[in-house]
């Protein structure tokens, strides 16, 4: 019932900057949180922010201070400024939003290459 697009990556130098959107359609009002994850091959999907209904963010300690998430809800899209890339952020991120009754949509992803 909940359709994520994101938009946004790229390949940017160290120390460079990206700003990833993820536009949510369908049953918006049912999102409870919205945030962004990402994988790179080999690892695991981790968790980079998100954003609540109360607008309560969460970093990961490898992210915080350098990413910043907000929320446009007449828009229904979230955004992710990330600055002071390393080569370390290079990942898939993936949009994810968690409804109230308890269940999660993901979008398709959109690469981040971070290069020396």
């Known amino acids: 019932q909940v359709q994520l697009v994101e938009s946004g990556g790229g390949l940017v130098q160290a120390g460079g900057s990206l700003r990833l959107s993820c536009a949510a359609s369908?049953?918006?009002?049912?999102?409870?949180?919205i945030g962004w994850y990402r994988q790179a091959p080999g690892k695991q999907r981790e968790m980079v922010a998100f954003i609540n209904s109360a607008s309560t963010t969460v970093y990961a300690d490898s992210v915080k201070g350098r990413f910043t998430i907000s929320r446009d809800n007449a828009k229904n899209t979230i955004s992710l400024q990330m600055n002071s890339l390393k080569p370390e952020d290079t990942d898939v991120y993936y949009c994810n939003a968690f409804l109230r009754i308890g269940v999660y949509f993901w979008g398709q992803g959109t690469q981040v290459t971070v290069s020396s």
């Open positions: 369908g049953s918006t009002n049912s999102i409870n949180s």
